[in-house]
């Protein structure tokens, strides 16, 4: 069954901070890998998808990248409004045919000014 | 606003009655997911719809929830006798199944407090 496990729980940073969330994941065949962002009492916001190995998106401060194993989501010089939950999931084909999102726990994120 | 929206965005109810929530998403979307989310856990996939079609039901979904799309639009899903242990963060999610691939673009979700 596919599994996704997200670390650390927590990471408090200093703004301007850089750090790295790691996302690893088993499944049988990898069909997309997805990093949401999620405020408190909000729905899960996206941000990227990758699909295969080497594959890395950018987005202002963000960048996610892909191993066969494993995604890191890199925060370079943070600021208090990149405080939130991040969530990662991987796309998990069902036998009738669905594309569910398997999620992990997530890293709660917060910077401090 | 082009975003999927949820209604309520709260809802009190007290052990044993029956609650609903309606979806509504992105137009001309035609894959449309629930999922359920407790504090300090990712959310979990419940049953997904292609169109007005369910075809698929986690083994979340006991015999209590029922969910329905009709015409393949809005979405609804019904708790009944609900529980405390239904307490929770329901979301929708949309999406289009196209040449590159699919995206899910959630609600911002109905919280469900049961007494």
Known sequence: ?113 | DTGVSQNPRHKITKRGQNVTFRCDPISEHNRLYWYRQTLGQGPEFLTYFQNEAQLEKSRLLSDRFSAERPKGSFSTLEIQRTEQGDSAMYLCASSFRGIGGETQYFGPGTRLLVL
Not at chain 1, 7 to 21: D, K, V
Not at chain 1, 55 to 67: D, G, H, W
Not at chain 1, 91 to 96: A, D, S
């Open chain 1, 1 to 113: 069954e596919d599994q996704v496990t997200q670390s650390p729980e927590a990471l408090r940073l200093q703004e301007g901070e850089s750090s790295s969330l790691n996302c690893s994941y088993t499944v049988s065949g990898l069909r997309g890998l997805f990093w949401y962002r999620q405020d408190p009492g909000k729905g899960p916001e996206f941000l990227f998808t990758l699909y295969s190995a080497g594959e890395e998106k950018e987005k202002e401060r963000l960048k996610a990248t892909l191993t066969k194993k494993e995604s890191f989501l890199h925060i370079t010089a943070p600021k208090p409004e990149d405080s939130a939950t991040y969530l990662c999931a991987v796309r998990h084909l069902t036998q009738g045919g669905s594309e569910k999102l398997v999620f992990g726990k997530g890293t709660k994120l917060t910077v401090n000014p």
